[in-house]
């Protein structure tokens, strides 16, 4: 394996999560006497760049053409993206003659807000079902994979944007440096571009394993976030700690040429990941003995409600659960099913151990002892959602960072 970015050959192992089908293959009833195909996940750091990385061996096509995650059923990402859009709006002067370009769109989620702004927006989804979810939502949307020749066609017809929104979808794409192109060629000359991205500081420092999965290509550093838009002529002036999807980073970009005084938080961030020992290699070695903990944690729990005849079901069917269900070898003797709130997951199976996905409407039917929420970054809203389940005497637990029962 090769270095993505900077071409090196000297790749440290640093996790082997051993094979897993694809996250985002949920079964059909019909497919579960079909063999699946398992892809190794391996998360390697290159020792001269320090990206985190995996081996690209799921395409960007097999995953998202159709797509099973819908970013609105989470009521914390909705109310995250407006609060965004209202910033930007305010901070960037943004209004009827603007132009906000999203890559990797979703639903409509984010979009929406700029629709009821009154701000001209484009919303650029490579999947066709969530797609259309957010052209039903009114939000304007190309079906399209991002890559240069989409951006000029773009750029040619809705002309440059003051804003382009990358949420969530850097760490998606296997050629880096084609795609950061494309961002920048989407942008005005003076335009911003906003990227959140899950963190490799709360990823190696609190043991964040289930978010590796195979359409997660590369996991960032601000160091290595900072060398990977270099490569656009971007260069980066603002970055802020956020604590979606278990602890990410919001990153500020710019046109090299636009030039703009850089913000003292990059400094700040930058010191915390050095001390954390993520600008060398050490910092890396602790991350593989942390996941095994977690396993042996999580899989003593399970077994032991089992001997107790407790009754443990999920909440949730999210690519960072299949993860955690493969590695760990969690089957249907120890968790009976899981439940979620997306539609399009009902009757389905989860890839791998193939624990049904049902309305979560079955978890009041069944009132089960125990409640395994495997979107354990939306702790709060969770817990809000299922504390009626105390009522029976249900409990609420969540895997990670740590194991441990909510309080209901």
């Not at 590695?327 to 899981?338: A, K």
Request: aromatic share 8%.
């Amino acid at each position: 394996m090769q270095c993505r970015l900077c071409g090196s050959d000297r790749m440290l192992s640093v996790l082997d999560l051993g094979a897993t089908p694809p996250c985002e293959k949920i079964l059909t009833p019909e497919e579960l006497d079909l063999p699946e195909c398992n892809y190794p996940l391996h998360l390697r750091l290159c020792e001269e760049c320090l990206l985190l990385q995996i081996p690209a061996l799921v395409t960007p096509e097999e995953t998202f053409t159709e797509y099973a995650y819908y970013s609105s059923y989470a009521d914390s990402w909705v109310e995250h993206a407006r609060r965004f859009v209202d910033e930007a709006t305010t901070t960037l002067g943004l209004g009827g003659d603007s132009l906000i370009v999203e890559v990797a769109s979703n639903d409509g989620y984010l979009l929406q807000h700029a629709v009821k702004a009154g701000i001209p927006c484009l919303g650029i989804e490579p999947s066709v079902n969530v797609g259309d979810a957010a052209r039903a939502r009114g939000v304007p949307t190309v079906t399209a994979f991002l890559d240069e020749d989409t951006a000029h066609r773009i750029r040619r017809e809705h002309g440059p944007a003051d804003l382009v929104v990358a949420n969530n979808v850097y760490a998606h794409v296997p050629d880096i440096i084609g795609f950061t192109a494309a961002l920048r060629t989407l942008m005005d000359d003076d335009g911003w571009l906003s990227i959140e991205v899950h963190h490799a500081l709360q990823l190696i420092g609190l043991g964040q394993f289930d978010t590796i999965y195979h359409e997660h290509f590369q996991y960032y550093t601000l160091f290595s976030a900072i060398a990977a838009l270099a490569t656009g002529g971007l260069t980066v002036v603002d970055a802020k700690l956020i604590d979606t999807h278990g602890g990410s980073i919001r990153i500020w970009a710019r046109p090299a040429a636009a030039g703009r005084h850089p913000s003292p938080r990059i400094a700040e961030i930058l010191a915390a990941e050095q001390q954390a020992g993520l600008h060398d290699i050490d910092g890396y070695l602790d991350f593989a003995p942390r996941a095994e903990g977690t396993r042996r944690a999580v899989l003593h729990y399970l077994l032991d409600c089992r001997s107790r005849g407790k009754t443990v079901v999920g909440y949730g069917a999210p690519g960072k659960g299949n993860t955690l269900l493969n590695y760990c070898g969690i089957r249907t003797d120890l968790l009976s099913y899981t439940v979620d709130r997306n539609p399009y997951k009902h009757g389905r199976f989860t890839p791998g151990m193939r624990i049904p996905i049902l309305d979560p409407a079955q978890i009041d039917h069944d009132r089960p002892d125990v409640v395994l929420a495997l979107p354990w970054n939306l702790e709060p809203e969770l817990t809000e959602q299922l504390r009626h389940i105390k009522n029976w005497g249900g409990e609420l637990v969540f895997p990670l960072p740590t194991l441990h029962a909510a309080a209901l």
